[in-house]
């Protein structure tokens, strides 16, 4: 280098409380006894210095304390950002595998997909998780997506009546939205078959499913509609869609009970314990 200004390389080694020099002349750490200093090889200096300053132990644990707390917020930072733009509705955020009371028989399934995701992504394998109402089938895609954007992968969890919102909504075309929802590496669909039976919901539900098993990215789905139903549509219509989640995901039959009907049986027997108090 020809020029050098305002350059400082060699940060402050100013001893702390009980740091000493040691025979070698290097200034030693107090508390670890470990060097803070450490020569040039021989015959090289910089700056006219002939040492530079080295990490002590209490100095490194400390440098590795500080890196792994920075590195726990910024991901803290990245999975809040992912489940706010993941989740259309803010209570989703409570579905996780940590929160399940143990009674669903078809968690370990759930588990198995979170556990096993580069299997299921690299191998486009979605689920069709189908069965009565209040089974578990949305909390449980629900912990998939938590599990999954806990580890810093990005998911979208919706549902039709909120895409066709959004289309009437948008000032981006249809296209680019679709587009945006094909580039999450997963997609979960929520109460499939609750949309509006219309010709124009009809195309819109098929555009969406059928733009995302072209991108070859895996696909949940939740729906309260019986597998014989979706194994039988009632015309074109329908049998191009359902063909389609068919081909994209693995049936999963909810065969629980009503965990909803049972919670609000609960809340009704707790007011009533509060009455008679």
């Known amino acids: 280098m020809n020029k050098i200004e305002n350059i400082n390389l060699l940060p402050d080694t100013e001893p702390d409380s009980g740091d000493y020099t040691g025979e070698d002349g290097l200034l030693y750490c107090g508390k670890c006894r470990k060097p803070k200093e450490a020569y040039f090889p021989e015959g090289k200096t910089l700056f006219g210095l ?73 191998e486009n394998i979605g689920y069709l998780f189908w069965g009565g109402v209040g089974t578990g089938k949305s909390y449980l895609a629900g912990c ?73 990215r895996p696909l949940i789905v939740t729906t309260n509609l019986t597998l014989q139903q979706i194994q039988n549509p009632p015309d074109t219509a329908h049998a191009r869609i359902y063909d389609r989640l068919l081909e994209m995901c693995a049936p999963v039959r909810f065969t629980g009970g009503n965990f909803r009907r049972e919670t609000a049986q609960a809340k009704l027997e707790r007011l009533k314990n509060l009455m008679n108090e």
Not at 87 to 114: C, H, I, K, L
Not at 156 to 176: K, Q, V, W, Y
Request: hydrophobic letters at 35%; charged letters at 30%.
């Open 50 to 122: 002939d040492r530079h300053p080295a990490e002590c132990d209490c100095q490194r644990a400390q440098r590795i304390e500080r890196e792994a707390a920075e590195q726990q917020r910024r991901h803290l930072d990245t999975v809040e950002n992912l489940k706010r733009r993941g989740f259309s509705d803010t209570a989703m955020r409570d579905w996780t595998f940590e929160n399940d009371n143990g009674r669903n028989p078809q968690t370990a399934v759930a588990r198995f997909y979170a556990e096993h995701w580069d299997t299921m992504q690299a």
């Open 144 to 216: 998939i997506a938590n599990a999954l954007m806990e580890n810093e992968i990005p998911v979208r969890m919706t549902n039709f009546a909120a895409i066709l919102n959004d289309f009437a909504a948008s000032f981006e075309g249809r296209n680019e939205y679709i587009s945006r929802l094909c580039r999450y590496p997963l997609l979960i669909l929520d109460d499939f078959g609750m949309e509006r039976g219309t010709e124009y919901g009809l195309e819109q539900v098929y555009s969406v499913i059928d733009s995302r098993y072209r991108s070859r």
